[in-house]
Structures are given as structure tokens and as C-alpha cells.
């Protein structure tokens, strides 16, 4: 566990290396036969590709339901797809689908189709630096900034960022660092684009202009709920706060699971990331030393209402390591000033 110290009004300060390097070694030594977990959840695709066509489908259909049952069809159904989404991206950006990098990517544009908005090519780099520099000052986009965290403060302050939060991830990472532009960025953007000029082109002119508005509504509406208000953006919540000192990273064993391809097993995650998320209860499974006595959920629901509630978990119940060169800046431009 990491050696933590904390003050009022600010993020907790680790002083040593991110835990996972060390267990993944620890645990290799004590069960090589992990090592036979490596590899590929072929199902993947699969899932993606009829995940993406149900929300589509939905999505076109939504303008024939009342105001609410299309708000609950939005919520149960548009809400689970596209936080099932977020998390197949997340698989994918791991190239846990196929082999190839090349087909890992174009995989992952296909399940960025109903989230609006090209992201898939842009979280696979921030959250790359998220698993190598866990907690890095001005490097893991992960953690809120000092803004929101003094922003949104108190039981209101909270709910308000945690009903927003997926506007918070999708633009803060950009605000901390900048994006690096490569080709499959670009490709990401034109896909995202072409793909969804010409859904709702099809809507339009195939069943009407009504449908069409209401397919974008459904669409937003779903992203806004899987982001914020539905059960299983607890992990969120759940994989990084500090709800116990000594401990940054959390594991979930609930049910929610089977519609997230196992990210609740994160410290199990973060450990191997080779191993795709169907086989991370296995490595759990054989290594039961390294993970038993770490603290753990089985409600994200629970953990969301926690945070909520629990005056003593805030947006600073984060973990945070020094960047020496973001710290020698800091003095330069201190010095520059005087």
C-alpha cells in the first residue's frame, strides 16, 4: 500500500510508486502459470457489434414512445448500452479484442458510434498514461483538478459534478494535457463523423425528421445518464477514491459486472492489463493472497451514495505523485514573476 499524508483541502500525497508494477512481479514469481491468461476475449467484437446495433435500432424508434417511457427506455436500456460502451472502448483500447493493434482501433471507433462524439482514439491515449503514471501530477487526467475539487464541494456541490461527471472526463483530460494528434485520432474524427452524418441523414429522409430529433435526444440523454446517474458509473467512483487511507485502487465483485466486462476487478485490472476482463475472476482466483485482504465493493450503487453523503470523501479523496518537471516549472515561473 502506498505511503500516503493528506491536508485539509487537498489530494492525498503518495510518496512512493504506484502499487500495481510491484504485485504484478510479486505475483508472477508466486504463480507463473498467470502468465497463461494473456491474450484476447474474441467475444468482444461480438458484444460491440450487437450492443451498437441495439442502441442505433432504439435510438431510431424512440420518436414513437411518450414522454416517459421514452425517458425510461433511455435511462434502462440507452444508459446500460452506452456505459456498456465506455467499457468495451476501454477493453479494446487494452487491443484485448484481437490481435492486431490495426483491428483493436477500428474496433473501438465502432463502439464509439453511440456516444456522438468522437472519444475512442482519445482515451486510449489518456488512459494509457492513466496505468503508467498512476496519479502523476499534470499526467493522470484521471483525477479532478484543483478547480473541481474546490468547485464542487459539500452534499450539493457533489451531486451537481457527479450527475455532470462525464463532462468533466471528457473535457478536463484536454485542459490538463494536451492531445496528442496522431493519424488514428484524425481517422477517429472522420469515421465518427461520416458514421453519424449519415445515420441521421438516413433517419430523415427513411422515417422522418421528427425521429431523427428524437434519435439525437435519445443518444445524448443516454450518454448523460450512463456518465452520471446510472448504477454502474459507480465505478467511477469506486476504482480510485480513497475510502480508505493506505489504499488507491478498488475492486468490485457485484453483479454489475456482467454488463461491464469485468471492470469492477480493478485492482486485478491495473495489475495485468493484458488479461482481458473475462478472465480477470480467474486471476483473482489464483493469486487470492495478493487481493482477500484489500477492500472491496459489491454495490457500486452503495459506493455512489457513499461519496454523496460521507462529508469526508470529496474530489480531493484522490492519490497524487509529484512530477518533477511540472514542479520545476512551477518554480521557474514563480521566480519569473518576482
Wanted: proline share 4%.
Amino acid at each position: 500500500m502506498a505511503t500516503q499524508k493528506k491536508s485539509k483541502n487537498d489530494f492525498y500525497w503518495a510518496d512512493d510508486k504506484e502499487p500495481h508494477f510491484q504485485r504484478r512481479q510479486d505475483i508472477l514469481k508466486a504463480h507463473p502459470e498467470v502468465s497463461k491468461l494473456f491474450g484476447i476475449n474474441p467475444n468482444m467484437r461480438y458484444w460491440t457489434v450487437i450492443w451498437v446495433t441495439v442502441q442505433m435500432t432504439v435510438a431510431a424508434m424512440s420518436y414513437q414512445l411518450g414522454w416517459i417511457p421514452f425517458l425510461l427506455v433511455t435511462y434502462f436500456v440507452g444508459g446500460t448500452i452506452i456505459h456498456a460502451m465506455f467499457l468495451a472502448v476501454h477493453e479494446i483500447t487494452h487491443d484485448l479484442a484481437f490481435v492486431k493493434k490495426t483491428h483493436n482501433n477500428i474496433l473501438s471507433f465502432f463502439a464509439n458510434i453511440p456516444m456522438i462524439a468522437p472519444y475512442a482514439m482519445a482515451f486510449k491515449y489518456y488512459h494509457g498514461i492513466h496505468h503508467w503514471d498512476q496519479g502523476k501530477d499534470g499526467e493522470d487526467t484521471d483525477i479532478p483538478t484543483l478547480g473541481e475539487a474546490m468547485l464542487f464541494k459539500g452534499l450539493i456541490g457533489k451531486i451537481i459534478w457527479f450527475v455532470s461527471q462525464i463532462f468533466f472526463y471528457a473535457l478536463r483530460p484536454i485542459m490538463v494535457k494536451s492531445l496528442k494528434v496522431n493519424k488514428w485520432v484524425v481517422y477517429n474524427f472522420i469515421f465518427q463523423i461520416t458514421v453519424m452524418s449519415t445515420y441521421f441523414y438516413c433517419v430523415t429522409t427513411f422515417i422522418s425528421g421528427e425521429a431523427a430529433l428524437s434519435a439525437l435526444l435519445y443518444l445524448f440523454l443516454s450518454l448523460v445518464f450512463a456518465g452520471g446517474l446510472h448504477p454502474t458509473s459507480g465505478h467511477f467512483i469506486s476504482e480510485h477514491y480513497v475510502f480508505e487511507e493506505g489504499q488507491e485502487t478498488y475492486s468490485y465483485y457485484g453483479p454489475l459486472n456482467l454488463l461491464t466486462f469485468n471492470v469492477g476487478y480493478h485492482n486485478e485490472h491495473h495489475d495485468f492489463p493484458r488479461i482481458p476482463g473475462c478472465r480477470l475472476p480467474e486471476l483473482k482466483k489464483m493469486a487470492p493472497e495478493f487481493y482477500d485482504h484489500l477492500h472491496s465493493y459489491n454495490s457500486w450503487v452503495a459506493v455512489n451514495w457513499r461519496f454523496l453523503t460521507d462529508k469526508n470523501v470529496t474530489l480531493y479523496s484522490r492519490t497524487k505523485r509529484e512530477n518533477p518537471t511540472l514542479k520545476k516549472k512551477k518554480v521557474l515561473e514563480v521566480a519569473a514573476q518576482k
